[in-house]
């Protein structure tokens, strides 16, 4: 029983630690998704939105991932033309928020955007909520 014991929490410690790397490698991914948002080279985001509540030519990015799902926003990074036509709940949101007919259309974002990239900046975007 001893040694059972002793097992399980070597797997716990473990488990632990991989949790720990989890969390360092999306703080990782964060700081790479901001260079990305305020490079011209890289998404150029910051000329069109601020990362509060204030509208810019687009919405302010504060709290965009409690108003956004994980893969809405994955969506809209890839494809901003094809999810704005889509009839997503999430779009539809969008689309009244901004009282646009059409979304995804003005979009000057640097495509396409690799899958890093992408995650990245969903980091990024997720340390913008109201504390
Ligand atoms: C040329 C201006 C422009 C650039 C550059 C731009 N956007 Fe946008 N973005 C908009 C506009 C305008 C909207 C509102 C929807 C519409 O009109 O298409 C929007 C909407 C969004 C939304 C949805 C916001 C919400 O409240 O639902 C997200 C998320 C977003 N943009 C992220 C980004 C990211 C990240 C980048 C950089 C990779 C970026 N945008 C670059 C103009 C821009």
Known sequence: MKRLAC?????????S?????????????AKA???????IKGGNCKTCHYTNDRRLVGPGMRDVTTRHSD????????????TG???????????????????G???????P??????RNLIDFLSTLKEE
């Open 33 to 39: 998704g901001k260079v990305y948002f305020d490079s």
């Open 113 to 118: 955007m690799s899958d890093e990239e992408t």
């Open 71 to 82: 893969e809405w926003l994955r969506s809209w990074l890839k494809d901003p033309q094809g």
């Open 85 to 103: 036509k889509s009839d997503h709940p999430e779009t539809a949101d969008l689309k009244k928020r901004t009282r646009k007919t059409r979304v």
């Open 7 to 15: 097992v399980l929490g070597v797997l716990l410690a473990a488990g």
């Open 17 to 29: 630690g991989a949790a720990g790397l989890g969390a360092a490698e999306a703080d990782a991914g």
């Open 105 to 111: 259309a003005t979009s000057c974002m640097k495509q």
